[in-house]
């Protein structure tokens, strides 16, 4: 029996050493600045995007990766598998699931199932990782397929945004909350459930807003999986990761920055928590 093989987008945000390790394949989101279009982490690194979104005077959009580029991908993949998995951001948030389920249906040389991860950054990245480890551990498809049914309801990602001021641009908010976000400073702490943004606090001060985030992250302990996720925010994910390490072994949490979607709406400075919650 070949090995089933498993395939993410970009959004995923999972450290390419990872990738490599795991055999995980990535189908890159597009990002456009005007009439200049880039493959995420390809034409475009993260440093750079960074760079031109905060040179930018208006915001670049992101699109799905092409049905063709998924193809690619599937066709490359069924010379060496007859099985494939598809872990891939939520339906509610991008046609992603759309394209990738349009790409399987021409693919004729083996069975690839599209999940919805209802996540995105690392909290769909676990998903992956976690499905690849069991494939290059010689899992079957059924099994592989029952560990991420079983491990989706464990996911969580929280995330403290350093500004509203790009979530107000891209639309997700109101000026009228951009403004009082302004004017009292107000650091947003948000998470992601079943698919969907959730605003859960304000606080006024950067600081105060990742104690928060903690605060919430330690309610979830003993965490089987945790990572770090920051958008041009290296020092403030440093200081997040040693303090999770009172939690979860710091030797094994995942640092990563993240990809222009998130990068886009919730902006630079912005930091987060993807974890797998343990079972008590």
């Keep these: ?74 066709r490359r993949l069924a010379q060496e598998t007859d099985q494939i998995i598809s872990i891939h951001l939520p339906k509610k948030m991008s046609g992603t699931v759309a394209s990738a389920q349009a790409a399987a249906a021409g693919i004729d040389d083996a069975e690839i199932t599209v999940i919805d991860s209802t996540q995105i950054s690392m909290a769909e990245g676990w998903l992956t990782i976690l499905a690849a480890r069991a494939a ?65 606090e304000n606080v006024r001060t950067m600081r105060r807003a990742l104690d928060r985030m903690l605060d919430m992250v330690s309610e979830w302990a003993p965490l089987e999986e945790a990572a770090v996720i920051h958008a041009a925010a290296p020092q403030s994910a440093d200081e997040v990761r040693k303090r999770l390490g009172e939690l979860h072994p710091v030797d094994q949490i995942v640092v990563t920055e993240a990809g222009p979607v998130l990068g886009t709406h919730a902006g630079p400075g912005t930091v987060g928590i993807a974890c797998v919650v343990g079972s008590g």
């Design 136 to 200: 290059q551990a010689g899992q079957p498809l059924d099994e592989i397929e029952d560990l991420i049914k079983g491990t989706i309801p464990k996911l969580q990602l929280l995330g403290t945004l350093d500004t509203l001021e790009y979530a107000y641009r891209g639309g997700r908010i109101g000026r009228a909350k951009a403004m009082m976000g302004a004017v009292l400073r107000v650091k947003a702490v948000i998470s992601v459930e079943d698919g969907e943004v959730v605003p859960l």
């Design 1 to 74: 029996m070949n090995q089933v093989r498993i395939v993410t987008d970009s959004i995923s945000d999972i450290p390419p050493a990872i990738c490599q390790e795991l055999a995980i394949e990535v189908v890159p989101t597009v990002v456009i600045f005007g009439e200049d279009s880039y493959r995420d982490k390809i034409d475009l690194s993260s440093a750079e995007f960074y760079t031109r979104l905060q040179e930018s005077d208006e915001l670049p959009t992101t699109s799905q990766p092409p049905v063709a580029d998924f193809e690619d991908v599937y």
